[in-house]
Nanobody, 125 residues
Framework: QVQPVESGGGLVQPGGSPRLSCADS????????IGWFRQAPGKEREGIAC????????YYADSVKGRFTGSRDDAASTVYLHLRSLKPEDTAIYYC??????????????????WGNGTLVIVSS
């Protein structure tokens, strides 16, 4: 069973640009579109990005469009989410999960499976 692991979170200053990783060392992620989600304190989890199986298509929520960029390296079985121009309101636990359907469904958290445990990003000076 695919079990992705997120990494790359931590304390980041406003305006920072960390890169999050979603990887599975045992099973290849290349067969899946991958969704990225986040849950801020006191808020519901939201879908923020999806990278298609080929990596040729990426989809973003309005809240992160133009600031976050998804990509994938199938040779490394890793999917990335590059965060830029971070704001304090981007503070959240960031999760990745495999998408069983398409990216449109993934951004609405439909048809998702194999969730990671998340990586915490804190944006603060």
């Amino acid at each position: 069973q695919v079990q992705p692991v997120e990494s790359g979170g931590g304390l980041v200053q406003p305006g920072g640009s960390p890169r999050l990783s979603c990887a599975d060392s045992r099973f290849p992620l290349q067969y899946y579109a991958i969704g990225w989600f986040r849950q801020a304190p006191g808020k519901e989890r939201e879908g923020i990005a999806c990278i298609s199986r080929s990596g040729g298509d990426t989809y973003y929520a309005d809240s992160v469009k133009g600031r976050f960029t998804g990509s994938r390296d199938d040779a490394a079985s890793t999917v990335y989410l590059h965060l830029r121009s971070l704001k304090p309101e981007d503070t959240a636990i960031y999760y990745c999960a495999t998408a069983l359907l398409g990216c449109f469904e993934a951004l609405h958290e439909v048809g998702m499976a194999n969730w990671g445990n998340g990586t915490l990003v804190i944006v603060s000076s």
